[in-house]
T-cell receptor, first 116, second 109 residues
């Protein structure tokens, strides 16, 4: 059974388009995250949600909008895609509560986004 | 500012031992993680240290010195499948997770 799943695994799209990446975890965790990993492999947190509530919102363009319909899902919608958005996006979850990081994070397989 | 330093890349021989260092300057400390990431895959948990000393888990061990702001990951009996990036991440005093850029480990036969 997949603990943290993301779809799609690959996403190729044109500049200016709007796209979504879905994430689901079946671990019963309270907190979910979105990370961006760029070409230099640096993992940078974008958002964190705890029980559907936004906890962390790093300096990310407002073209990126996370949506958490329930605590098992955290989707990422991106408007007006730009070339610089090309990266691998990882979803993760942990048992952490309220933005307090102490527990192991479990990562999804990643979504490789390529903007042409 | 908060900073985590790791070597960018290291090379080792199959069967040997390698030590990957991580030094950190953060606002406080509440724990340190090591994750392994194979190319094109997600990071996976390796170890967690919150107290000084060595934690051993099979071929992998992780060491922490809080007074020195220093940790290392020790990999023994290296196998080709150990070729991956190794990410150090520190929990600061606000319980935020600060990630290092990772060390790419190349294993040669």
């Amino acid at each position: 059974d997949t603990a943290v799943s993301q779809t799609p695994k690959y996403l190729v799209t044109q500049m200016g388009n709007d796209k979504s990446i879905k994430c689901e975890q079946n671990l019963g965790h309270d907190t979910m995250y979105w990370y961006k990993q760029d070409s230099k492999k640096f993992l940078k947190i974008m958002f964190s949600y705890n029980n559907k509530e936004l906890i962390i919102n790093e300096t990310v363009p407002n073209r990126f909008s996370p949506k958490s319909p329930d605590k098992a899902h955290l989707n990422l919608h991106i408007n007006s895609l730009e070339l610089g958005d090309s990266a691998v996006y990882f979803c993760a979850s942990s048992q952490d509560r309220g933005g307090v990081f102490t527990d192991t994070q479990y990562f999804g397989p990643g979504t490789r986004l390529t903007v042409l | 500012g908060q900073n985590i330093d790791q070597p960018t890349e290291m090379t080792a021989t199959e069967g040997a031992i390698v030590q990957i260092n991580c030094t950190y300057q953060t606002s406080g400390f509440n724990g340190l993680f090591w994750y392994q990431q194979h190319a094109g895959e997600a990071p996976t948990f390796l170890s967690y240290n919150v107290l000084d000393g060595l934690e051993e888990k099979g071929r992998f061990s992780s060491f922490l010195s809080r007074s020195k702001g220093y940790s290392y990951l020790l990999l023994k009996e290296l196998q080709m499948k150990d070729s991956a990036s190794y990410l150090c991440a520190v929990i600061d005093s606000n319980y935020q997770l600060i990630w290092g850029a990772g060390t790419k480990l190349i294993i040669k036969p």
